[in-house]
């Protein structure tokens, strides 16, 4: 009786398993041939996307050639005669400790991890930029057991010590780059871009075990910080080293000298907020500040400003008063200054334009919330880009650091500009400024720029009567980074 009990339950367990896996069978060839259509339908929408992403890509490629066309055309004779150069004895050199003597000694990563070393050395017969030779050239070497390249570079510019230039190399495996360094003494940093749309962020140094040192940094794997919000809340692992010291000049014109001119209230009450988050939050050495300013105080301003910051330093000019403009020109107006022009009591753009080249700095960053005059330095209006046209601009935070930096950002461009925010002491502009360094702040990630531009823009949505400006002025030597505003836990 035993035995066929066990037995009853050894088929009444094998038909439980038999029936449960028919029925999961029966269920699944019954889903299929229910989603006939809607798996044909999600065909059709992958082939879509696949083809959408394709021609995304022939695009992004297509745009990649230009772009490096143009960069290529920039190149002198003496760098292309030698990038283009080809030695069959040339030898691969597997370690950045073996490489040979040489003036400046350079390492780079991309965003793949692909690493590349390197050293160039002075052409003396080239012509003398102060005390640099224009021309340097050399070998790279690229870690893949193999690929040479020949590189080479030009100094396009020196102020106070500082260089700015090109860098170009070509490679035994097809790899073409262009790129722009700024050095100052003997560290520099740079990017550079290749003919298949790579970027190299690399840095170089006149010490070969400086070199050797990065070349390790780079093997470890360390991330470069990408201007985007991280995935996890550990926000305080981003950590910035400027090379430089931070400075502010403030200057808020609320209280004219009853000159016909009417009293604006977000002015003053916008820099001294601004002051207050800045010494909070953020490192800056010094904060100038000019409330109610006459254009002798202004100008002093300037003066004081430019005896103090050197070519490493990060320097922010901000300016909220009244703005005018007359025949071509563009003015900002001190409080004493006459309702009507031609006292030369106002101060023209042009004048400020010869205090701001005084000024020694890496960055500087010009805002500027004032009726009529924030287009009036010249240059292509950045937040007039469209969003797939904005993906050069959104690099890499230490990029932003390193290279050098010209910008002006502003309230308006060439119309009035609003005094208040509803219900508000501050103007939209500032209100938006003051937001963005408390949140970045909160949520410890450095704040660029141009996130704060594109954040300005979004301010005035709505607003036809206002659109800010965003740009790089076309003579102060802009040369691809960003101002960066960093918390204090974020600074190395």
């Not at 069959?88 to 990563?109: E, G, M, R, S, V």
Request: one cysteine or more; proline letters at 2%; a positive charge.
């Amino acid at each position: 009786m035993i035995k066929v009990f066990k037995a009853l339950i050894i088929i009444i367990f094998f038909s439980t398993i038999t029936i449960h896996a028919n029925s999961e069978t029966s269920w699944i060839t019954k889903k299929s041939d229910k989603s006939k259509e809607e798996i044909k339908i999600e065909k059709k929408i992958k082939k879509a996307e696949v083809k959408k992403k394709s021609e995304w890509i022939k695009k992004k490629i297509k745009e990649n050639k230009k772009e490096f066309k143009e960069e290529d055309k920039k190149i002198t004779k003496e760098v292309k005669s030698w990038i283009t150069k080809k030695d069959k004895k040339d030898k691969y050199i597997d370690n950045a400790d073996n490489l040979p003597t040489a003036n400046i000694y350079f390492a780079a990563k991309n965003d793949n991890g692909k690493i590349f070393y390197g050293y160039v050395n002075a052409d003396l017969t080239s012509k003398k930029i102060g005390n640099y030779y224009e021309t340097s050239k050399g070998k790279g070497y690229i870690n893949d057991g193999k690929t040479i390249c020949q590189i080479a570079s030009t100094v396009i510019d020196l102020y106070e010590g500082e260089i700015t230039g090109r860098v170009a190399g070509n490679c035994t495996d097809g790899t073409k780059f262009r790129g722009n360094f700024t050095q100052n003494m003997n560290l520099g940093y740079g990017v550079a871009k290749t003919n298949t749309g790579e970027k190299f962020d690399f840095d170089f140094t006149s010490k070969k075990s400086e070199n050797v040192k990065l070349v390790k940094k780079f093997n470890t794997k360390e991330n470069i910080i990408e201007r985007k919000l991280p995935t996890n809340n550990n926000n305080k692992n981003i950590k910035l080293e400027p090379n430089g010291k931070y400075y502010a000049l403030l200057i808020g014109n609320s209280n004219y000298d009853n000159n016909g001119w009417d009293d604006l209230i977000s002015p003053l009450n916008d820099i001294n907020e601004i002051k207050s988050v800045l010494d909070k939050s953020y490192k800056f050495e010094k904060i100038m500040m000019v409330r109610d300013g006459t254009k002798k105080e202004i100008f002093q301003a300037f003066k004081d400003l430019s005896k103090i910051t050197t070519t490493n330093d990060y320097v922010l000019i901000y300016y909220s008063g009244h703005g005018q403009v007359k025949a071509t020109q563009a003015y900002w107006v001190p409080v004493e200054g006459s309702l009507e022009w031609g006292n030369g009591d106002w101060i023209n753009i042009n004048e400020l334009n010869i205090f701001l080249t005084e000024i020694k700095a890496h960055h500087l960053a010009v805002m500027v919330d004032s009726c009529y005059v924030g287009g009036k330095f010249k240059g292509s209006n950045i937040l007039d880009l469209k969003e797939d046209e904005q993906a050069f601009i959104t690099d890499h935070l230490r990029d932003d650091l390193n290279l050098r930096a010209r910008i002006v950002l502003s309230s308006g461009s060439e119309g009035r500009v609003s005094d208040t925010a509803p219900n508000s002491k501050n103007s939209i502009f500032a209100s938006t400024f003051l937001n963005n360094l408390r949140i970045a702040e909160k949520v410890s990630i450095p704040l660029t720029m141009t996130t704060l531009g594109f954040n300005v823009k979004r301010s005035f949505t709505g607003n036809p009567n206002q659109k800010p400006y965003y740009y790089h002025p076309d003579t102060w030597t802009h040369l691809g980074g960003d101002f960066i505003f960093i918390p204090k836990q974020n600074l190395q």
